[in-house]
């Protein structure tokens, strides 16, 4: 993670001007803000499409690990709201859309698999073959949440490619 590499108020200065980073900018007492900037970069790891990690499996828990070693005592339910902040105020709709559905299908994958797991640790006669029907079923589902999911994606790429070709001004051909 660029967490120790850059700073992340060097980097992105103008999200200070939102009242939870800077407050949380101003009480940072660490050298040169860097436990605030490592926070900073956690929520860009965490929550930004473009983030290499954006796709990881249990990024919450590796990106938390990796901050405990430098802040103590971090904690995600901490930092609740400058989370919710970031992805007001650095997303697009399309990329807060896919932020949204990508929490939900990782949380829906993780509560399915435990369920099932859980299950079938049972002895084959105590096994409830009515939710392990269900649980089928949800993951059925799961497939068409997932289409939902590309179409977002899909979406966001043509935004990307508007932005990027933009409407061009003739001065500018």
Not at 6 to 31: Q, R, T
Not at 77 to 92: A, G, T
Not at 123 to 133: G, I, Q, S
Request: charged residues 35%; contains cysteine; glycine residues 2%.
């Amino acid at each position: 993670m660029e967490t120790t590499e850059k700073n992340y108020w060097i980097e992105h200065p103008e999200m200070l001007i939102h009242e939870c980073f800077n407050k949380l900018h101003a009480k940072d007492k660490s050298v040169g803000k860097q436990e605030s900037s490592s926070i900073m970069w956690a929520l860009y790891y965490y929550a930004h499409p473009e983030s290499p990690m954006f796709n990881v499996p249990g990024k919450r828990e590796e990106i938390a690990k990796k901050l405990q070693k430098t802040i103590k005592g971090f904690l995600w339910e901490d930092y609740e709201q400058e989370l919710k902040r970031y992805s007001e105020s650095v997303l697009s709709v399309g990329e807060q859309e896919l932020y949204e559905w990508s929490e939900m299908i990782s949380l829906r994958k993780s509560v399915i698999t435990s369920s099932y797991m859980a299950e079938m640790a049972k002895d084959p006669e105590e096994r409830d073959v009515k939710k392990l029907k269900e649980l089928d079923s949800m993951m059925a589902n799961t497939a068409k949440i997932f289409s939902d999911y590309v179409k977002i994606v899909q979406t966001l790429k043509e935004e990307s490619i508007e932005k990027t070709t933009g409407d061009q001004y003739e001065d500018d051909v």
